[in-house]
């Protein structure tokens, strides 16, 4: 009998718990009776009583797994870690706010058993806040113009994943890691399956700007080259134009035809220089860029 292991993160979600708990079982207790699974739940350092839950959960039902983080990794981290920590034939990743319908699950497992490696939830349509879910869309669409790779639009991570991919995703090692970057390189062709997103059923949120702020920054610095390239031309183009300045100011001085306050000269040429550190910088950030995609790529892709 295949085993599908659903992951699922949790920060400060005690009154989502039991819910969740309760709707995948169904699940699989009515419509994928033929399959074992497993819930794990890794939380990250909840401070209500997430925890308390979840060891309840595990000590009555011998399906439930969980991983209790020392610390807050912070969402990405902790996330990733999660996944790769699942021991089925696939895995679905599956938030505890059930803002993504866990009965989608059995929509997941019907493309897998097709042969399809990664099974992404996408969603065409949101319960959300109008303008979270404006500014998301507006986030997929400026990667997807300044990255060098397509990036998956409305994709949260929600979905499934063969055991190779999470094989895969073990062996990287990423210690910043950015799920949908790595979805959208290892696996272009992915099943997308829509549907459209709920309002989150108990609680409030935790995942507040900052950390979308943080998800996105994590995007943009681990799969764009173009804010750094952006950065080498307004340096060079700062230094160029200083220069030209400071050479002007010179000569135009030299032969007393402007008599230019004293300093004048000497703060142009200080701005050349603030322009050619801000060019060497540039490149030293776009070597760097090019370092970490050789050791990502050296010996796992």
């Given amino acids: 009998m295949k085993v599908i292991t659903i ?10 718990i039991d819910f969740i708990y309760k709707r995948v079982s169904n699940v699989f207790q009515t419509e994928l009776d033929d399959y074992g ?15 308390k839950k979840i060891k309840a959960l595990a000590e009555k039902d011998e399906h ?20 790769t920590q699942a021991e089925g034939d696939a895995a679905v990743l599956l938030y505890a706010d059930m803002q993504d319908p ?9 493309e897998w058993e097709q042969g399809t490696r990664v099974v992404a939830g996408i969603k065409n349509a949101s319960k959300e806040n109008p303008f979270l879910y404006f500014v998301r869309q507006s986030f997929y669409r400026l990667m997807n113009r300044i990255a060098e790779i397509q990036h998956i639009e409305q994709f ?17 090692k ?19 399956v829509y549907y459209e997103q709920e309002k989150r059923a108990y609680g409030k949120s935790s995942f507040h700007f900052k950390n979308l702020y943080d998800v996105a920054m994590l995007g943009i610095t681990s799969y764009s080259r173009s804010l750094m390239r952006i950065a080498v031309m307004t340096g060079f183009l700062i230094a160029a134009c200083s220069l030209f300045l400071a050479v002007v100011t010179f ?15 000497a ?14 910088l540039s490149e030293c950030s776009e070597n760097i860029f090019r370092i970490s995609i050789f050791v990502r790529w050296d010996g796992h892709w």
């Avoid at 703060?267 to 060497?280: M, P």
């Fill in 174 to 192: 990423d210690p910043l890691p950015y799920l949908r970057g790595m979805v959208a390189e290892l696996a272009p062709e992915c099943k997308k």
């Fill in 251 to 265: 000569f135009l001085k030299i032969f007393r035809i402007i008599d230019y306050p004293i300093g004048i000269a």
């Fill in 267 to 280: 703060s142009i040429f200080g701005i050349f220089s603030l322009g050619v550190y801000s060019f060497c």
């Fill in 7 to 16: 992951v699922i993160p949790t920060y400060n979600e005690e009154e989502n």
């Fill in 156 to 172: 949260t991570g929600f979905g499934l994943y063969d055991r190779e991919v999470i094989k895969i995703f073990r062996e990287l």
């Fill in 102 to 110: 866990p009965e989608m699950i059995v929509r997941f497992v019907r």
């Fill in 64 to 83: 439930v797994q969980y991983i209790f983080n020392v610390r807050n990794f912070g969402f990405s981290k902790s996330t990733f870690y999660g996944l």
């Fill in 37 to 51: 699974y497993q819930i794990m739940f890794i939380d990250n350092c909840s401070k209500d009583r997430s925890r």
